[in-house]
Nanobody, 114 residues
Framework: QAQLVESGGGLVQAGGSLRLSCAAS????????MGWYRQAPGKQRELVTT???????RYADSVKGRFTISRDNSKNTVYLQMNSLNPEDTAVYYC????????WGQGTQVPVSS
């Protein structure tokens, strides 16, 4: 089964930006709708954005206009550009397919200070 490795997280001040990456092993990447999820402290994991194999995107209202998902099928990698971060974005960020059927990676932490 494909493995997922997220990276790019780190402490950022409110108003700042980060770019997350998720590298996936395995040939299934290019045919799947991929998504970024996040889990804030004490809360359930939530899906925040998805991108189809052809590049169509969807966003949760909470991140619309601030986050941008993209993918490079040749590199089996999906990205998340996060702008105008606020403390409510503090979470561990994960990638997976839109149906979350792959094993979860370790995630990457994004603490946003006020």
């Amino acid at each position: 089964q494909a493995q997922l490795v997220e990276s790019g997280g780190g402490l950022v001040q409110a108003g700042g930006s980060l770019r997350l990456s998720c590298a996936a092993s395995g040939s299934i990447f290019s045919i799947n709708t991929m998504g970024w999820y996040r889990q804030a402290p004490g809360k359930q994991r939530e899906l925040v954005t998805t991108i189809t194999s052809s590049g169509s995107t969807r966003y949760a209202d909470s991140v619309k206009g601030r986050f941008t998902i993209s993918r490079d099928n040749s590199k089996n990698t999906v990205y998340l550009q996060m702008n105008s971060l606020n403390p409510e974005d503090t979470a561990v960020y994960y990638c997976n397919t839109a149906t979350a059927y792959l094993c979860w990676g370790q995630g990457t932490q994004v603490p946003v200070s006020s």
